[in-house]
């Protein structure tokens, strides 16, 4: 029987050739349900698949939209947008895995204002973002950023 809901995958290959695979999951639940962040590699062009690990999971964040990418030195980053904050204002993540390591620590990547949809490439990070915004809250104005990541 499932007892989760995952949703939204995002693949990349890391600098060893294997498969990296990054989702939403949440358990099944009408309401009152975070979702977090899991992920699994495969070393054999996706044949079979290790068991799926937490990403730099927080049970109080509501993680959502990751996508991987790799670094120019070849590792898989995740970006996401999550609840964790100081604020009630969703922000930019990111965490790196390493084939002998695993996932590091979540690092936030934005600061002011509601910052979602995050797409990577090559160490570069774009997103969706309220900052550039004139009233304090619920104004319409989104644009695009672009920044880099840190290791």
């Known amino acids: 029987m499932t007892t989760s809901a995952d949703r939204h995958p995002s693949v990349a290959v890391d600098d060893e050739g294997a498969f990296v695979v990054v989702w939403e999951s949440g358990a099944l639940s009408s309401s009152g349900v975070n979702l ?12 079979t698949w290790a068991a799926s690990v937490p990403v730099a999971f927080d049970a109080d964040a509501m993680s959502q939209r990751a996508r991987l990418s790799n670094d120019p030195d070849g590792h898989v980053r995740a970006v996401w947008f999550d609840s964790r904050s100081e604020d009630w204002r969703w922000k930019v993540f990111t965490a790196r895995f390493d ?3 695993g996932w590091s620590a979540a690092i936030q990547v934005t600061k002011a204002g509601n910052a979602t ?9 774009v997103f ?9 809250q619920r104004d319409i104005t989104q644009q695009v950023f672009l920044v880099g990541t840190r290791r």
């Open 99 to 101: 084939p002998r390591t």
């Open 128 to 136: 969706a973002s309220d900052r550039g915004a004139v009233r304090g």
């Open 36 to 47: 977090a962040l899991r992920a699994s590699r495969s070393t054999d062009g996706g044949h």
């Open 117 to 125: 949809y995050p797409a990577a490439s090559g160490g570069i990070v």
